[in-house]
């Protein structure tokens, strides 16, 4: 309502001085006699007749705007404060105290926000410092379980390596009692086989001993054996030239004797 009724007002002072200035632009009555003589009508923009017509219906015509504005306005105006038309303080005042109570409204409503907004930036801020202290804790606590996690880790590397360190040491040791024990069983076995060898010579020469010996007792059996065939047999052919002859048995005798003696 009060935007409408300024703006009434501004088109009500543009109208006057629209109007004010077609009425100061027309002629008076002694212009218009010697205007229809012909004087001055090339110096008309409309022409003698046409200029006169122009403002004539352009002022009648602004004029009844003039009035139905200003009476829309005083209308307006006592019903809209009752008051007088020339009482411009009390609506001044009403303005003015109108203007003060937005004013005050718009100052509550602005400490209002200034407040709620000092209010969440301070739950902000609260909040952003616990989110820090939580943080801050947080990181706290895995930087102990990251320490705690590194000394275990080091500790079991530690171990580790201690052990590893007394197995290497352990097959080491094992490694060189295998090697010594390898060692004793080659020269064991070396002896065993050298032992085996000397035995199993042992034997063979006992046993070439052996058949040696048996070859000598054959051999000696046989020469006996033959001595006494050959015994047998000279006897047998001694009794056999014996019966024969005598003399021829002597004879037989002696070349048997030479032929032995010349064997022997």
């Given at each position: 309502m009060d935007y409408a009724y300024s703006i009434l007002i501004v088109l009500d002072l543009i109208v006057?001085?629209?109007?004010?200035?077609?009425?100061l632009m027309?002629?008076?009555k002694g212009a218009s006699m010697g205007a229809s003589f012909g004087a001055g009508a090339s110096n008309t923009l409309f022409g003698s007749v046409g200029s006169a017509n122009f403002f004539v219906k352009s002022t009648w015509i602004l004029a009844t705007v003039f009035a139905v504005l200003t009476i829309s306005l005083g209308y307006i105006t006592t019903h809209r404060s009752k008051?007088?038309?020339d009482d411009f303080s009390v609506i001044v005042a009403e303005d003015k105290k109108s203007a003060s109570a937005d004013e005050n409204k718009a100052d509550t409503e602005k400490?209002?926000?200034t407040e709620k907004a000092g209010e969440a930036v301070d739950k902000a801020a609260e909040q952003a410092k616990a989110a820090y202290e939580d943080g801050k804790q947080t990181v706290g606590k895995a930087a102990e379980q990251a320490k705690a996690a590194y000394e275990d880790g080091k500790q079991a590397v530690g171990k580790a390596a201690e052990q590893a360190k007394a197995a290497y040491e352990d097959g080491?040791?094992?490694?060189?009692?295998a090697t010594e024990?390898?060692?004793?069983?080659y020269e064991d076995g070396k002896q065993a086989v050298s032992d085996a060898a000397d035995s199993v010579q042992n034997k063979v020469s006992e046993a070439v001993d052996q058949v040696n010996d048996k070859v000598a007792e054959v051999n000696k059996a046989v020469g006996e054996n033959v001595e006494a065939a050959k015994a047998s047999l000279n006897n047998a052919a001694d009794d056999v030239k014996k019966v024969v002859t005598p003399d021829s048995a002597e004879s037989v005798?002696?070349?048997?004797?030479?032929?032995?003696e010349t064997e022997k």
């Open positions: 006057a001085i629209i109007l004010a200035a077609f009425i027309q002629q008076g008051l007088s038309s400490k209002s926000l080491k040791q094992a490694v060189g009692n024990q390898a060692k004793a069983a005798d002696k070349k048997e004797t030479n032929t032995t």
